[in-house]
């Protein structure tokens, strides 16, 4: 459910772009010709501060309000002034992924499907390991829960600069893989189970380098193991 605020015509004050545009989206029952932008800034499952202190308020708040929020106003700028206008986000990946002339479009749109993608796999209540289906294809997968933490964190480590690192579904066989800047698993044909954010912002304000302690920390308190399981599909 979209938030309404009031609209305001004559406020003698000039809005800078990227406010007007989350002011959009947050107020599209404001002018009824005003399509509906393509990529929506949603809110947060939790609060700004449910995350600490694995992740602090401070990292929270500049990682959604502005990273996040920057995508989300950029991919709708991009998308409203080409051939994709109108199009389902999963559509336009697809489409753009790979090719030069659209590198803006993809980057923008990936980075703020990411960023949605990555904050419902969080739960500031940690849950237990994997159960069910899932947890018997990590076990077929991987021999054991263990041997797949030790996958993902050696992966997410151990890549270079910024991108993800996802645990994915292809046909329903489980894999480990990490990406690149924006590049999205979505884009690929794979379906998308969990989601680490690699990105320097997601964690050097909190433990500056030390990647690790940022994958491992969110990784054991922080992965929503149950919204997984419900994404899994064998």
């Not at 406010?19 to 393509?38: E, K, N, Q, W």
């Not at 600490?52 to 308020?57: E, K, M, N, R, Y």
């Not at 790979?98 to 499907?113: H, L, M, S, V």
């Amino acid at each position: 459910m979209h938030q309404h605020l009031p609209c305001h015509h004559h406020t003698g004050r000039r809005l800078s772009p990227a406010i007007a545009m989350l002011l959009l989206l947050l107020c599209l029952g404001c002018t009824p010709d005003v399509s509906t932008p393509v990529v929506i800034l949603a809110p947060l499952p939790y609060g700004i501060d449910a995350l600490a202190p694995t992740i602090s308020p401070r990292t929270m708040a500049l990682h959604y309000q502005k990273h996040h929020a920057g995508y989300v106003v950029r991919a709708n700028a991009l998308i409203e002034e080409s051939r994709f206008k109108g199009k389902k986000i999963e559509k336009i990946l697809v489409a753009t992924r790979g090719k030069k002339k659209f590198e803006d479009i993809f980057n923008n749109t990936a980075q703020a499907w990411n960023h949605d993608f990555f904050w419902r796999c969080l739960t500031p209540t940690k849950n237990k390991r994997p159960t069910g289906p899932l947890a018997l294809a990590i076990n077929e997968e991987f021999g054991g829960w263990q041997n797949f933490r030790n996958a993902f964190i050696l992966t997410a480590t151990t890549h270079f600069g910024s991108g993800w690192a996802w645990l994915v579904s292809d046909k329903g066989s489980l894999r480990i893989l990490a990406t690149s800047n924006a590049d999205t698993p979505l884009a690929m044909g794979l379906t998308p189970l969990f989601a680490l954010d690699l990105w320097e912002h997601a964690y050097y304000l909190d433990v500056q380098n030390r990647r690790k302690a940022y994958v491992e920390g969110v990784f054991d308190t922080l992965a929503d193991w149950k919204a997984v399981e419900a994404r899994y599909q064998p």
